[in-house]
């Protein structure tokens, strides 16, 4: 794209680009794929890559793609024929891009995600590794989540969260969120003298708005909402987002003045952090004196047994944990280096005493810092 001029130089120019696409934007409104939307986002994201850019594709539709052919009518309620559809809507789902993309002489690789590939080191890694080997390789990943075993992330924000993580983990300079709306508006969209947001630099942007009135579709789980949850995601760790409506691909990505973008807020964060942050919940929590929070809070210390002083909860080595302080309320999130029945005969002592009671393994933090992101922090 050198030399072109664009409304959007910043946009027009992203060399490694994340593009997500909702199910509404996929399927039809009886379920099942719609071959000629299908075509509409491949045919954009081929036309990016033969122009030397990068392109991750995050796709829900597996849910909705799965409904026809099990003669459901609506999007099921319930968690376990959720993830029968997905079961098979999954494959129909990868099939139908695979053919798609090959029409261009494209490969494509199938990506499914859990919380737990990022929030544990070792799954974050592979799922690192595997993405950016991809991009190598000149494959385009399609990205999902793993809904047919997952549980209450089945429910995680029609993908948008994900999508904007994803985004940080493969270091994209922009993600693109497409729907059924094209753009953000400052009311409900369906009714007159609402107005499109073509800019949005701050989140005080959006003040006295309200983001929840622009509805959703039947077949999709996530509303305007999450999305921008995602863009705040995206943008405060340094990744320009542009939502916009799945017909408006191509000229998002040539960087025309379609949608609404989000500006980047912010340089790069550690991914696992985000994840830590945005897509999980403690699994337990920790109760710090006063002398703890501030070290966490105000220094940037990891936390040590002899700040906490009680441990609620059932969970193990490598799980998320909220930090809470005297009144209860969580300060932090963390990824906790013990099992809870472990801590408590832990407590009020130091790494030194314990390493020289119990051994020198117990000379370690309970949430080392690099594993420690703190909550409630004021937006920009």
Do not use: C
Not at 241 to 267: I, K, M, Q, Y
């Amino acid at each position: 794209m050198t030399g072109q001029v664009t409304a959007r130089g910043a946009v027009g120019a992203a060399q490694r680009v994340v593009v997500k696409v909702g199910s509404s934007s996929l399927t039809t409104t009886q379920g099942g794929i719609d071959d000629a939307r299908v075509a509409t986002v491949v045919d954009a994201l081929a036309k990016a890559r033969a122009s030397g850019r990068e392109v991750v594709l995050v796709s829900s539709g597996a849910i909705a793609a799965g409904l026809a052919p099990l003669g459901l009518a609506t999007r099921p309620r319930d968690l376990a024929r959720q993830q029968a559809a997905a079961s098979v809507g999954q494959g129909l789902l990868m099939a139908t891009y695979t053919s798609a993309f090959a029409g261009h002489g494209l490969r494509v690789g199938q990506v499914l995600l859990t919380v737990d590939d990022v929030t544990r080191r070792a799954h974050y890694r592979n799922a690192y590794r595997t993405l950016h080997q991809l991009l190598k390789l000149g494959v385009v990943p399609v990205v999902n989540e793993n809904d047919t075993v997952a549980t209450h992330e089945i429910r995680f924000g029609d993908n948008d969260r994900l999508a904007a993580l994803v985004a940080q983990l493969v270091h994209a300079d922009l993600l693109v969120l497409l729907s059924d709306v094209d753009g953000l508006y400052d009311g409900n969209p369906h009714k007159p003298g609402a107005t499109r947001l073509t800019d949005v630099h701050s989140l005080s942007d959006l003040d006295g708005i309200d983001v929840g009135s622009a509805g959703r579709s039947g077949l999709g789980s996530g509303g305007m909402v999450t999305k921008v949850e995602a863009a705040s995601i995206a943008t405060g760790s340094g990744v320009d987002v542009v939502l916009a409506s799945a017909p408006e691909v191509s000229a998002v990505l040539a960087g025309d003045a379609a949608g609404t973008w989000f500006h980047r807020r912010a340089g790069r964060r550690a991914t696992r952090l985000l994840w830590l942050e945005h897509a999980t919940d403690g699994r337990g929590s920790l109760t710090l004196d006063a002398g703890a929070v501030r070290a966490l809070v105000e220094r940037g210390a990891s936390l040590l047994p002899a700040g906490i002083t009680a441990v609620t909860g059932t969970f193990t080595a490598g799980d998320p944990v909220d930090l809470l302080d005297e009144s209860g309320r969580a300060i932090a999130r963390g990824v906790v280096n013990y099992d809870a029945a472990e801590l408590p005969a832990l407590l009020g002592h130091s790494t030194k005493e314990l390493a020289r009671d119990l051994g020198p393994e117990y000379e370690r933090e309970v949430v080392h810092r690099d594993d420690l992101v703190l909550l409630g922090r004021p937006r920009r």
